[in-house]
């Protein structure tokens, strides 16, 4: 790591729970290196990798003292913590728990289960039957969440002020998209995930601006 970068960041370009992590980080505007973790070809479950985060998963976040953190949820209360300006958590206690309830709606109950494990899991080498199931859960969790945001949303998840439950909301969108979610059956989400997508930290950070993105996404889209 260079002397001048806080962090590096274990990650993965298409790695929803990494874009959270890059997302808080550019956010507060802290200088942090990216390391490549390829989970196509499996890079989770080498020595090397393993050596950082044995659950096999990423994101990981080393700090210039070499210690390690993983949990991207984790990872984001510690930045707010550690970083208080530019807030990722409203003032009001009652705002607070509204987006760690989103952020845990989406992270707990949403997003694992079309884990690359656990889709490999459901259907094998099928492209389709993998994709069906994500489809499914990713469907029936945006039913809840559209629901919701219909309640508690202004400009972005909750209420006018950027939160860390929009950094979880738009890596799950991204999802929803590549397993072929309908997204007309979910205008709100839809107008939050829209409005995101045109900041500057957004854009920076999208899957397809990163380094390792394949050279056939680069630049879709963002
Ligand atoms: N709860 C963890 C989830 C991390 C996670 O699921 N990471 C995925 C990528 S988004 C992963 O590394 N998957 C590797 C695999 O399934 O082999 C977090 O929020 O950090």
Redesign the pocket.
Known sequence: MTDSKEFTLYG?F?????W??RLALEWKGIAYEQHS?N?AQ?D??KDEFLAINP?????ALVTKEHKVL??????LEYIEEHYPDRPMLPKSLWHRAQVREIVQAI??DI??LQ????LIKQGGGDLEKREAWAREWITQGFEGLERHLEEVSGTYCVGDNITMADFCLVPMVYNAFRYKVDMKQFPVITRINNTLLTLPEFKKTHPHNQEDCPPELRGHGV
């Open positions: 993965y298409r790695s929803s729970a990494s959270r992590v973790v989970l499996g989770q479950k659950s096999k998963k990423v994101p993983t949990q991207s949820i984790a990872i992270a707990c997003h694992p884990n690359l494990g656990v």
